[in-house]
T-cell receptor, first 113, second 110 residues
């Protein structure tokens, strides 16, 4: 079992560039989510999905897009990167939304210059 | 909106000490999670609880639903326990999204 696989580990973008953060899980979890972690702040929910074909916005969705075409994959897209999106991003999955243990990816450190 | 407050923000202890980290929240919840973030950045789930107490090795988590408060205890602390400990709560009825505290940074010195 690989658990939650998140790539890349590090990324540097220029303002205006686009990119996709990949997240895949092999535990057949229905719930997947993306968070950003900034210094002095707790993890903040960007987008989440309760199953294939279903996505919804979290606390800080602006500037990010997601899709969930399969149970396994939940990519996060930055359409036009901004310096304010410099952060550490985590993908997480669980069997049930908030009612079962969370499994996190290893994180992506993104810098936008 | 549920607010989650953790205390203390930073905690330094000597090896062997008993550690307590606190988490308070403002509205009713259906579950509370304790997570550990290692110095390298990875996050692992320690406990999920909705009532009572859970124990795993030297770690104990308790929750008091009436007082909207949870504690994470570490007995016989060790330098490898040094990490950031994060509390997260799941709301009730229409508020199922997890809300996270800012974390408590624990340093255990040998």
């Amino acid at each position: 079992n690989a658990g939650v696989t998140q790539t890349p580990k590090f990324q540097v973008l220029k303002t205006g560039q686009s990119m996709t953060l990949q997240c895949a899980q092999d535990m057949n979890h229905e719930y997947m989510s993306w968070y950003r972690q900034d210094p002095g702040m707790g993890l903040r929910l960007i987008h989440y999905s309760v199953g294939a074909g279903i996505t919804d916005q979290g606390e800080v969705p602006n500037g990010y897009n997601v899709s969930r075409s399969t149970t396994e994959d939940f990519p996060l897209r930055l359409l036009s990167a901004a310096p304010s999106q410099t952060s550490v991003y985590f993908c997480a999955s669980s069997l049930l939304q908030g009612l079962s243990p969370l499994h996190f990816g290893n994180g992506t450190r993104l810098t936008v210059t | 909106k549920n607010e989650v407050e953790q205390s203390p923000q930073n905690l330094t202890a000597q090896e062997g000490e008993f550690i307590t980290i606190n988490c308070s929240y403002s509205v009713g919840i259906s579950a509370l999670h304790w997570l550990q973030q290692h110095p390298g950045g990875g996050i692992v789930s320690l406990f999920m609880l909705s009532s009572g107490k859970k124990k795993h090795g030297r770690l104990i988590a308790t929750i008091n639903i009436q007082e909207k408060h949870s504690s994470l205890h570490i007995t016989a602390s060790h330098p490898r326990d040094s990490a950031v400990y994060i509390c997260a709560v799941r709301g009730q009825g229409g508020s199922e999204k997890l809300v996270f505290g800012k974390g408590t940074k624990l340093t255990v010195n040998p």
